[in-house]
Structure formats: C-alpha cells, structure tokens
C-alpha cells in the first residue's frame, strides 16, 4: 500500500530528515511543502540535502515517483479581481515547478483557488488560463494534480464537474490530473459513507480513475455537505474508520500514493498510529474524544 503522511521539511535536515520521519512512521510515501504554504519565502533548493534524501528513500522503500509535494496555498490562479495575485501565483508555481523537478517528484498539488466574488464559472476561465501559461512552456515531467476542494467560501473546484471544466481547458493534458481529498468531498456533499460506489462511479463517470494523482485521506470534523475543511483524525470523525479504510484498500487505487492531512494530538502527530491502523483495519482509539456515531 502506497501510504504516508504530510511532513514538514524543516531545520538542518530538511528533505532527509522528512524521510527519516516517513521511515519512522512506516510509510511507503509522504508529501511535504517546499517552504511555508503561506508566504512565498523560499529556502534555497540546493540546502535540501537531496543526495542523500534520495539515497535514504531507496533504502528505507520509498519511491520517489510516489512523493508528493504541496504547492503553497496563498496562490489564487482563480482571482480575477487582482491580477497581481494571479500574477504573483504563476510566478511562484512555476518555480515551485522547478523546485520539485530538482528534487526529482512527479506530482505537486494545487488548490483551484477561490473566485473571490466574480463568480464560479470566472474563476474556472481565470485557473485555466493561468495553467496554461505555466505549462504550456514547462519542459519538466512534474504534473500538476488539481485538488477537489470542500466549497468553503468561494473556492471553486468543488464538485466533480467544475474540475472536469478545468481539465477539459488545460492544453497539456499530459501535465494535469486530480488529487481527491476524501475531507473535501464530503464537506462538498459527496456521500462516501452512505453511497461509496455511487460517489465513486460518479468520479469516474465525469473525470475519470486515470486522472488521479493522489489521494488525500482525511476524516471530517464536520457533517456532510457542511463546505467546511477541517480535517480529523481517521476514525474521529463523520467519515469514519471504515469508509477512509475502504478507500485505502480499494484495489482500484492501489497504484495512487495516499497521504493523511489529519491533525496533531497534544502536540504530536499521530501519523504512525493512524497509518498501522489503515493498514491492519483495525481502529485503535488513540485519543480521549468520543467517537461520532454515522
Ligand atoms: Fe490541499
Ligand atoms: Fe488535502
Ligand atoms: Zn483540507
């Protein structure tokens, strides 16, 4: 099974202490940010201690291909109302691009942004657009993979059909796919705990299994339909153990690296436990918080 965790990459260490972490927690993947999601400050590449980063993974069984990295999150491809912003996003991508072809994955991850007011079908045009200044020119192999989103306030890219739209625009389709987060559709209604198979047809029916990138699992804090995004802890939350386990043995998916987004407990991440528990199926009750009943 192709599952990790989010890490941080930060301190001396960087990329191969964010790989001694993912050994740690047993994980065959993981996914980090080159830098912090919400500013555009950015450590030089080449401290990343790649070298050895890579050398690690291959002891420790990590693919490399299987990595993924987040692309920071104050880009807004989606805003038509300052086009600086816009601007500023496709600068940053772009060497965010590069970053992650230096580092040598595959994947990096993008919120569709939000549409701050002009409209769903705006915002759409305005990513779409965007994605193709910055692919159109790129000669890496990283891929973009286009992040379905919960539908807080006025972020596109929440159902199923919007990031089929967005797809459908980009020229190079060689360099886009989608990352489901299992979080983000259930607060955008999808009923993955009651209608798994039909949800999941319904992807497949619109967008297609051969565009999935990745995999974010995360369970809800909120009920369905609830366009919120607060991740919880797997088991914790309205998904629940069995739904989010489901999705990770799904022999469908078996090839699409999984990644957990769920938050620390009392200051520390429970990636190790949740990760075990994934694999074995079975719910360990890591925190003092009752459980949800669905
Ligand atoms: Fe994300
Ligand atoms: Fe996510
Ligand atoms: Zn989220």
């Known amino acids: 099974m192709i599952l990790g965790s989010h890490i941080d990459v930060s301190g001396k260490e960087m990329l191969l202490g964010a790989v001694n972490k993912a050994a740690n927690y047993e994980a065959t993947t993981f996914m980090f940010y080159t830098g912090a999601p919400q500013n555009s400050i950015r450590k030089d590449i080449k401290l990343f201690k790649k070298e050895e980063a890579l050398e690690l993974m291959d002891k420790v069984g990590i693919n490399k291909d299987h990595v993924i990295v987040h692309a920071p999150y104050i880009i807004n491809l989606a805003n038509t109302k300052n086009n600086d912003i816009r601007e500023a996003g496709i600068k940053f991508l772009k060497n965010e691009i590069n970053r992650t072809s230096y580092l040598g994955m595959k994947t990096i991850v993008l919120h ?27 000669e890496s192999d990283v891929k973009i993979a286009i992040e379905t989103m919960s539908g807080k306030g006025s972020e596109i890219g929440f159902t199923f059909d919007q990031i089929k739209k967005i797809l459908d625009g980009v020229e190079r389709k060689d360099k886009v796919g989608v990352c489901l987060d299992t979080c983000h559709i259930h607060d955008a209604g ?24 990745a995999i974010h699992l995360n369970d809800s804090k909120n009920p369905l339909g609830a366009r919120k995004d607060r991740h919880e802890n797997i088991g914790y939350g309205y998904i629940g153990f069995n739904t989010i386990t489901r999705f990770a043995h799904d022999e469908r998916f078996k090839d699409i690296p999984k990644i957990l987004e769920t938050p620390y407990y009392e200051d520390k991440p429970l990636y190790k436990e949740e990760i075990k528990m994934i694999k ?4 360990n009750k890591l925190k003092n918080q009752e459980l949800i009943i669905i």
Do not use: C, R, T, W
């Open 190 to 213: 999808y009923d993955i705990v009651n209608h798994y198979d039909e949800v999941l047809n319904e992807f497949n029916q619109i967008i297609g299994f051969e565009q999935l990138l």
């Open 112 to 138: 569709p942004g939000a549409h701050v007011g002009m409209g769903i079908d705006e915002g759409i045009e305005s990513l779409i657009k965007s994605l193709n200044e910055v692919l159109n020119s790129d």
């Open 280 to 283: 074995v199926k079975e719910f």
